[in-house]
């Protein structure tokens, strides 16, 4: 949408403010799942303080959309297409920072773990990382360019998220099984994976609002 469209140019400005702040919120959110998964093959007390800061920066975008979103609602009044930009990012605020807090909280539970794990336990897990991670990129991509096609694409993908957290979790149980002095080393792993199906749910939920913002209407799975 162009400022022209406004009678108001800089009521176009505050919407194209907020939309760069998405836009900036979720790049940030790209760097931080990407830097908790390479914590499971190398991580060290630095690396996980660099996330905890970077988690601190997207609570501050949050923050900072949450009051571009009040200004905008009770100085423009929002209606139509206008409205549903604005609802739609406060949405997509809340999931990108849900997504923050859940890899910040694998980077923890990474550095808790033996540098030596079997790299079979782990590449279930890393699959369905870099599946998570591809996720979020499309997500991003599908906000910028306003593709109802890319957000279809994710919501499809979706189940695939959930399939690759069993089979991490099937993987991980059996890596308990074969030693009860694995169950702290387990406990973490199945808290990784499961905040990484979690993250999927809020990527997905992203992607439902992106096709609710261009289409007007939510997608009816098939």
């Not at 970077?54 to 949050?62: G, H, L, P, T, V």
């Not at 808790?112 to 782990?122: E, M, R, V």
């Not at 099984?177 to 993250?199: C, G, H, I, P, Q």
């Amino acid at each position: 949408m162009t400022n022209d469209t406004h009678i108001v140019k800089s009521y176009g400005e505050e919407l194209q403010f907020l939309n760069d702040s998405i836009i900036q919120m979720g790049s940030l959110t790209e760097s931080l799942l990407a830097d908790s998964m390479n914590a499971i093959t190398i991580l060290d007390k630095e690396a996980v303080d660099r996330i905890i800061q970077s988690d601190k920066k997207i609570n501050e975008y949050r923050a900072k959309i949450d009051t571009q979103i009040m200004t905008l609602l009770v100085k423009r009044a929002p209606m139509a297409i206008d409205l549903r930009i604005t609802i739609t990012a406060l949405r997509i605020s809340q999931d990108l920072e849900r997504i923050g807090d859940l890899a910040k909280g694998n980077a923890k539970k990474m550095l808790t773990l033996p540098q030596n794990l079997s790299a079979d336990l782990l590449k279930s897990l890393k699959r369905l990382g870099a599946l998570v991670e591809s996720q979020l990129n499309k997500s991003i991509d599908a906000y910028i360019n306003k593709s109802k096609e890319i957000a279809v694409e994710i919501i499809k993908l979706d189940s695939n998220v959930n399939e690759l957290t069993y089979l991490s979790i099937k993987e991980i149980l059996s890596f308990l099984s074969k030693d009860t002095k694995n169950l702290e080393y387990a406990t973490n792993l199945l808290f990784v994976a499961k905040n990484l199906e979690r993250a999927g749910d809020h990527i997905n939920r992203i992607a439902e609002n992106i096709y609710y913002l261009v289409e007007g209407d939510y997608y009816k799975k098939k």
